[in-house]
Protein backbone atom coordinates (compact mmCIF):
# COMPACT_ATOMS: atom_id res chain seq x y z
CA UNK A 1 0.00 0.00 0.00
CA UNK A 2 1.31 3.57 -0.49
CA UNK A 3 -0.14 6.50 1.27
CA UNK A 4 0.74 9.54 -0.25
CA UNK A 5 -0.42 11.96 2.72
CA UNK A 6 -2.16 11.40 6.38
CA UNK A 7 -5.09 14.73 6.54
CA UNK A 8 -5.69 15.07 10.16
CA UNK A 9 -8.86 16.64 10.92
CA UNK A 10 -8.26 19.13 14.08
CA UNK A 11 -12.04 19.80 15.57
CA UNK A 12 -12.85 23.07 16.58
CA UNK A 13 -15.36 24.83 14.49
CA UNK A 14 -15.25 27.08 11.67
CA UNK A 15 -15.54 30.90 11.62
CA UNK A 16 -16.76 30.56 8.04
CA UNK A 17 -20.25 29.69 6.63
CA UNK A 18 -19.03 28.85 2.76
CA UNK A 19 -21.76 27.87 0.77
CA UNK A 20 -19.93 25.03 -0.68
CA UNK A 21 -18.94 23.43 2.96
CA UNK A 22 -18.29 19.97 1.94
CA UNK A 23 -17.87 18.98 5.35
CA UNK A 24 -21.74 19.77 6.28
CA UNK A 25 -22.74 17.40 3.58
CA UNK A 26 -22.18 14.41 6.11
CA UNK A 27 -22.68 16.93 9.05
CA UNK A 28 -24.67 13.75 10.23
CA UNK A 29 -21.35 11.32 10.43
CA UNK A 30 -20.63 10.76 14.26
CA UNK A 31 -16.93 11.62 14.71
CA UNK A 32 -16.37 11.49 18.41
CA UNK A 33 -13.91 13.86 19.70
CA UNK A 34 -11.86 11.14 22.25
CA UNK A 35 -8.96 13.02 23.23
CA UNK A 36 -10.66 16.34 24.04
CA UNK A 37 -14.04 15.09 24.97
CA UNK A 38 -13.68 11.37 26.45
CA UNK A 39 -11.32 12.14 29.87
CA UNK A 40 -11.55 8.65 31.43
CA UNK A 41 -10.08 6.71 28.45
CA UNK A 42 -7.72 10.24 27.57
CA UNK A 43 -4.44 7.87 27.63
CA UNK A 44 -6.06 4.91 25.57
CA UNK A 45 -6.85 7.33 22.97
CA UNK A 46 -3.82 9.08 22.67
CA UNK A 47 -2.25 5.68 22.05
CA UNK A 48 -4.65 5.04 19.39
CA UNK A 49 -3.62 8.58 17.44
CA UNK A 50 0.34 7.49 18.30
CA UNK A 51 -0.87 4.15 16.44
CA UNK A 52 -2.24 5.79 13.61
CA UNK A 53 0.48 8.48 12.83
CA UNK A 54 2.72 4.99 12.78
CA UNK A 55 0.89 3.52 10.53
CA UNK A 56 1.03 5.68 7.91
CA UNK A 57 4.81 6.47 8.55
CA UNK A 58 5.33 2.49 8.72
CA UNK A 59 3.08 2.62 4.79
CA UNK A 60 5.73 4.99 3.53
CA UNK A 61 3.64 8.22 4.23
CA UNK A 62 5.99 11.26 4.52
CA UNK A 63 3.14 14.58 4.16
CA UNK A 64 1.54 15.18 7.26
CA UNK A 65 -1.94 17.58 6.05
CA UNK A 66 -3.16 19.92 9.26
CA UNK A 67 -6.36 20.53 8.11
CA UNK A 68 -10.49 19.83 9.68
CA UNK A 69 -13.77 20.03 9.23
CA UNK A 70 -13.14 24.13 10.09
CA UNK A 71 -10.35 25.86 10.84
CA UNK A 72 -7.46 23.96 12.48
CA UNK A 73 -6.25 27.29 14.22
CA UNK A 74 -9.11 27.47 16.53
CA UNK A 75 -7.64 24.74 18.35
CA UNK A 76 -4.47 25.38 19.46
CA UNK A 77 -4.31 22.54 22.14
CA UNK A 78 -5.09 19.94 19.52
CA UNK A 79 -1.97 21.45 17.03
CA UNK A 80 0.20 21.04 20.33
CA UNK A 81 -0.78 17.44 21.07
CA UNK A 82 -0.33 16.15 17.42
CA UNK A 83 3.13 17.69 17.35
CA UNK A 84 3.86 16.43 20.72
CA UNK A 85 2.70 12.43 19.51
CA UNK A 86 4.74 12.92 16.54
CA UNK A 87 7.84 13.60 18.35
CA UNK A 88 7.72 10.43 19.63
CA UNK A 89 7.33 8.37 16.32
CA UNK A 90 10.74 6.31 15.23
CA UNK A 91 10.35 8.22 12.31
CA UNK A 92 8.64 11.54 12.91
CA UNK A 93 6.51 13.42 10.20
CA UNK A 94 8.96 16.03 8.75
CA UNK A 95 6.48 17.05 6.03
CA UNK A 96 3.69 19.33 7.68
CA UNK A 97 1.60 21.35 6.02
CA UNK A 98 -1.15 23.46 7.07
CA UNK A 99 -4.81 23.58 5.30
CA UNK A 100 -6.34 27.26 5.85
CA UNK A 101 -8.88 30.27 4.67
CA UNK A 102 -6.12 32.22 6.36
CA UNK A 103 -8.58 33.13 9.15
CA UNK A 104 -6.02 33.52 12.77
CA UNK A 105 -3.14 33.66 10.70
CA UNK A 106 -1.70 37.17 11.36
CA UNK A 107 -3.03 37.53 14.95
CA UNK A 108 0.08 40.41 15.94
CA UNK A 109 2.03 40.31 19.10
CA UNK A 110 1.79 43.65 21.17
CA UNK A 111 5.96 43.42 21.61
CA UNK A 112 6.86 43.90 18.06
CA UNK A 113 4.12 43.60 15.70
CA UNK A 114 5.26 40.37 13.75
CA UNK A 115 2.35 37.16 13.52
CA UNK A 116 2.04 35.81 16.55
CA UNK A 117 0.71 32.74 15.04
CA UNK A 118 2.81 32.16 11.93
CA UNK A 119 5.91 32.15 14.27
CA UNK A 120 4.41 29.58 16.19
CA UNK A 121 3.53 27.50 13.39
CA UNK A 122 6.92 27.55 11.84
CA UNK A 123 8.86 27.57 14.82
CA UNK A 124 7.15 24.93 17.11
CA UNK A 125 4.34 23.24 15.01
CA UNK A 126 6.92 23.06 12.16
CA UNK A 127 4.88 23.70 9.37
CA UNK A 128 7.08 23.58 6.45
CA UNK A 129 3.94 24.76 3.78
CA UNK A 130 0.74 26.61 4.23
CA UNK A 131 -2.17 25.79 1.65
CA UNK A 132 -4.43 29.17 1.62
CA UNK A 133 -7.74 27.89 0.46
CA UNK A 134 -8.90 30.89 -1.39
CA UNK A 135 -12.33 31.40 -3.86
CA UNK A 136 -11.20 34.26 -5.70
CA UNK A 137 -7.53 35.20 -6.13
CA UNK A 138 -7.71 38.29 -6.86
CA UNK A 139 -9.73 40.42 -4.76
CA UNK A 140 -10.16 39.77 -1.23
CA UNK A 141 -13.71 41.32 -0.99
CA UNK A 142 -15.04 38.81 -3.46
CA UNK A 143 -13.53 35.87 -1.88
CA UNK A 144 -14.97 36.94 1.24
CA UNK A 145 -18.22 36.89 -0.42
CA UNK A 146 -17.54 33.21 -1.12
CA UNK A 147 -16.08 32.51 2.12
CA UNK A 148 -18.75 34.10 3.85
CA UNK A 149 -17.06 34.75 7.40
CA UNK A 150 -19.19 34.86 10.46
CA UNK A 151 -17.53 38.12 11.73
CA UNK A 152 -15.67 40.77 10.28
CA UNK A 153 -12.56 39.95 12.31
CA UNK A 154 -12.34 36.64 10.17
CA UNK A 155 -11.83 38.67 6.57
CA UNK A 156 -8.42 37.86 5.18
CA UNK A 157 -6.92 40.37 3.30
CA UNK A 158 -5.05 38.16 0.53
CA UNK A 159 -2.03 40.13 -0.23
CA UNK A 160 -1.19 40.96 3.19
CA UNK A 161 -1.50 37.35 4.00
CA UNK A 162 0.64 36.10 1.44
CA UNK A 163 3.37 38.53 2.01
CA UNK A 164 3.43 37.62 5.92
CA UNK A 165 3.55 33.71 4.82
CA UNK A 166 6.41 34.55 2.41
CA UNK A 167 8.12 36.69 5.24
CA UNK A 168 8.35 33.53 7.25
CA UNK A 169 9.87 31.90 4.73
CA UNK A 170 6.85 29.19 4.48
CA UNK A 171 6.01 27.22 1.01
CA UNK A 172 3.41 29.71 0.00
CA UNK A 173 0.44 27.31 -2.42
CA UNK A 174 -2.47 28.23 -3.25
CA UNK A 175 -5.15 26.35 -3.42
CA UNK A 176 -8.03 27.99 -5.47
CA UNK A 177 -11.61 26.31 -5.19
CA UNK A 178 -12.70 26.72 -8.76
CA UNK A 179 -15.65 28.70 -8.53
CA UNK A 180 -18.44 30.70 -11.73
CA UNK A 181 -15.97 33.21 -11.19
CA UNK A 182 -13.38 31.62 -13.47
CA UNK A 183 -15.36 31.08 -16.10
CA UNK A 184 -14.71 34.61 -17.64
CA UNK A 185 -10.93 34.61 -16.44
CA UNK A 186 -8.04 33.98 -19.19
CA UNK A 187 -5.67 31.19 -17.03
CA UNK A 188 -2.05 33.46 -17.99
CA UNK A 189 -4.09 35.79 -15.64
CA UNK A 190 -4.40 33.41 -12.74
CA UNK A 191 -0.68 32.91 -13.22
CA UNK A 192 0.15 36.29 -13.11
CA UNK A 193 -1.78 36.51 -10.11
CA UNK A 194 0.16 33.94 -8.43
CA UNK A 195 3.21 35.28 -9.22
CA UNK A 196 2.45 37.87 -7.76
CA UNK A 197 1.50 36.89 -4.31
CA UNK A 198 4.48 35.10 -3.91
CA UNK A 199 3.05 31.76 -4.94
CA UNK A 200 5.55 28.65 -4.56
CA UNK A 201 2.49 26.50 -5.61
CA UNK A 202 -0.94 26.04 -7.35
CA UNK A 203 -3.42 23.57 -6.88
CA UNK A 204 -6.81 24.03 -8.85
CA UNK A 205 -9.66 22.21 -7.23
CA UNK A 206 -12.54 21.18 -8.89
CA UNK A 207 -15.87 21.30 -6.61
CA UNK A 208 -17.73 18.55 -5.68
CA UNK A 209 -20.98 18.04 -4.90
CA UNK A 210 -22.82 14.72 -2.98
CA UNK A 211 -23.22 11.43 -5.02
CA UNK A 212 -26.13 10.43 -2.13
CA UNK A 213 -29.30 9.97 -3.79
CA UNK A 214 -31.55 12.97 -3.47
CA UNK A 215 -34.21 11.26 -1.64
CA UNK A 216 -31.69 10.14 1.24
CA UNK A 217 -30.01 13.71 1.23
CA UNK A 218 -30.56 16.32 4.06
CA UNK A 219 -32.23 19.18 3.21
CA UNK A 220 -28.81 21.15 4.29
CA UNK A 221 -27.33 18.72 1.86
CA UNK A 222 -29.56 19.60 -1.01
CA UNK A 223 -28.83 23.39 -0.63
CA UNK A 224 -24.90 22.66 -0.71
CA UNK A 225 -25.20 20.61 -3.67
CA UNK A 226 -27.14 22.63 -5.37
CA UNK A 227 -25.05 25.48 -5.25
CA UNK A 228 -21.88 23.79 -6.13
CA UNK A 229 -23.71 22.66 -9.12
CA UNK A 230 -25.05 26.32 -9.89
CA UNK A 231 -21.78 27.63 -8.85
CA UNK A 232 -18.56 25.76 -9.82
CA UNK A 233 -16.46 26.70 -12.83
CA UNK A 234 -17.61 25.33 -16.16
CA UNK A 235 -15.60 22.00 -17.27
CA UNK A 236 -13.51 24.62 -20.47
CA UNK A 237 -12.26 26.33 -17.34
CA UNK A 238 -10.46 23.29 -16.19
CA UNK A 239 -9.56 22.04 -19.54
CA UNK A 240 -7.74 25.66 -20.73
CA UNK A 241 -5.63 25.58 -17.65
CA UNK A 242 -4.59 21.95 -17.83
CA UNK A 243 -4.15 23.27 -21.91
CA UNK A 244 -1.87 26.18 -20.81
CA UNK A 245 -0.21 24.34 -17.96
CA UNK A 246 0.75 21.99 -20.33
CA UNK A 247 1.77 25.02 -23.10
CA UNK A 248 4.04 26.60 -20.51
CA UNK A 249 5.01 24.30 -18.22
CA UNK A 250 7.91 21.47 -17.43
CA UNK A 251 6.58 18.19 -16.34
CA UNK A 252 8.22 17.14 -13.33
CA UNK A 253 6.83 14.33 -12.04
CA UNK A 254 4.05 12.06 -11.65
CA UNK A 255 2.67 12.34 -8.32
CA UNK A 256 1.29 8.98 -6.62
CA UNK A 257 -2.69 8.96 -7.50
CA UNK A 258 -1.70 9.49 -11.11
CA UNK A 259 -1.58 13.51 -11.77
CA UNK A 260 1.44 15.08 -13.32
CA UNK A 261 3.12 17.98 -11.52
CA UNK A 262 4.06 20.97 -13.35
CA UNK A 263 6.54 24.10 -13.04
CA UNK A 264 5.03 27.18 -14.45
CA UNK A 265 6.48 30.07 -14.29
CA UNK A 266 8.61 28.91 -11.75
CA UNK A 267 5.90 27.64 -9.75
CA UNK A 268 4.61 23.72 -9.22
CA UNK A 269 1.13 23.62 -10.41
CA UNK A 270 -1.30 20.23 -10.40
CA UNK A 271 -5.31 20.43 -11.34
CA UNK A 272 -6.79 18.27 -8.96
CA UNK A 273 -9.64 16.79 -10.45
CA UNK A 274 -10.13 14.31 -7.50
CA UNK A 275 -10.19 16.32 -4.74
CA UNK A 276 -12.61 13.90 -2.60
CA UNK A 277 -10.26 11.12 -3.73
CA UNK A 278 -12.70 8.88 -5.17
CA UNK A 279 -10.52 7.38 -8.06
CA UNK A 280 -10.39 3.52 -8.20
CA UNK A 281 -6.75 2.74 -7.72
CA UNK A 282 -5.73 -1.02 -5.79
CA UNK A 283 -2.16 0.37 -4.93
CA UNK A 284 -1.82 3.68 -4.01
CA UNK A 285 -4.39 5.67 -1.62
CA UNK A 286 -4.29 9.66 -2.13
CA UNK A 287 -4.81 10.04 1.58
CA UNK A 288 -5.60 8.54 4.71
CA UNK A 289 -8.05 10.57 7.34
CA UNK A 290 -7.45 10.19 10.89
CA UNK A 291 -10.25 12.30 12.56
CA UNK A 292 -10.57 13.33 16.36
CA UNK A 293 -12.00 9.34 17.04
CA UNK A 294 -8.72 7.85 16.61
CA UNK A 295 -9.87 5.90 13.50
CA UNK A 296 -8.46 5.86 10.14
CA UNK A 297 -10.47 7.17 6.89
CA UNK A 298 -9.63 6.10 3.34
CA UNK A 299 -12.72 8.49 2.14
CA UNK A 300 -13.66 12.04 3.38
CA UNK A 301 -17.17 11.18 2.46
CA UNK A 302 -17.95 7.80 3.90
CA UNK A 303 -17.64 6.51 7.21
CA UNK A 304 -17.57 3.37 5.99
CA UNK A 305 -14.20 3.53 4.27
CA UNK A 306 -12.69 3.21 8.47
CA UNK A 307 -9.82 1.85 8.53
CA UNK A 308 -9.04 0.49 12.23
Known amino acids: MKIQSLSIVVPGGCP ?30 RDDFHDALSFARDNGCNVMMLTGDGEPLMNIYYLRMITELNKTLDKPFRWIELQTSGVFLLKKSAENGGSINLRWLRNMIRVKTISLSLFNIFDSELNKAYSRPKSPKAVVDIDKTCSEIRKYDFTLRLSLNMVDYYNDIDPVDIFNRAKELGANQITFRVLYDSDTPVEFQSS ?89
Open 16 to 45: NSCACCVSQLHADDNYSNQIEKNYQFEDLY
Open 220 to 308: KEKEISQWIKDHRANPDVIKKINEYIIKHGKKLERLPFGAYRYSVHGMSCVVDEDCMSTAEDNDVMKYLILRPDCHLYSKWDDAGSRLF
